[in-house]
């Protein structure tokens, strides 16, 4: 969970190499679009910032967090370096978020145990709507800039190995 001592989008720019020659793939849940579009532009922006060609990201939309799975195993197959998958599970008032949570962070951890190209876990699970709005932007940054980072990062190991 976020604190106030850790900003999501605060990070050492000079340690994230050059993206320009990587491409990457990233799938957004329309559910709670409010919070995954804030995800998705953190995401998309720190990209572009690190030399990533607007034409080298590859947006698509699946209804929901639940579906992010499928969506990434699609997009893995696509050449890209590697695969953000970006959601948001609010908790309610049934066990249904944690159905949803359980499935795909197992999901996103066996699409990287399975297949080569790395998948990033940008997927919200929060308690209420403001830590949602919080971490998406707000006052603990953005998830999307983290999750941006670490595919960089994960692109360029897998490029090394």
Not at 53 to 68: T, Y
Not at 103 to 120: E, F, H, M, R, Y
């Amino acid at each position: 969970m976020a604190t106030a001592n850790h900003n999501l989008s605060d990070y050492d720019k000079t340690t994230i190499p050059n993206a320009n020659k990587f491409r990457f793939g990233i799938v957004v849940s329309e559910w709670n679009p409010s919070i995954t579009e804030g995800l998705y532009n953190g995401a998309y922006q720190t990209l572009i910032q690190h030399g990533v060609l607007p034409s080298n990201i590859v947006r698509w939309n699946v209804p929901g967090s639940f579906e992010l799975v499928y969506g990434c195993k699609k997009m893995q197959k696509q050449m890209v370096n590697a695969v953000i998958a970006i959601g948001s599970v609010i908790q309610g008032e049934t066990k249904h978020f944690d159905f949803v949570c359980e499935a795909v962070s197992q999901g996103i951890k066996d699409l990287n145990v399975l297949d080569p190209t790395p998948v990033i876990f940008c997927v919200l699970t929060d308690d209420n709507l403001q830590q949602a709005i919080d971490r998406s932007g707000g006052k603990h940054g953005n998830k999307g800039t983290e999750a941006a980072v670490a595919a960089i990062k994960m692109a360029e190991l897998r490029k090394n190995m």
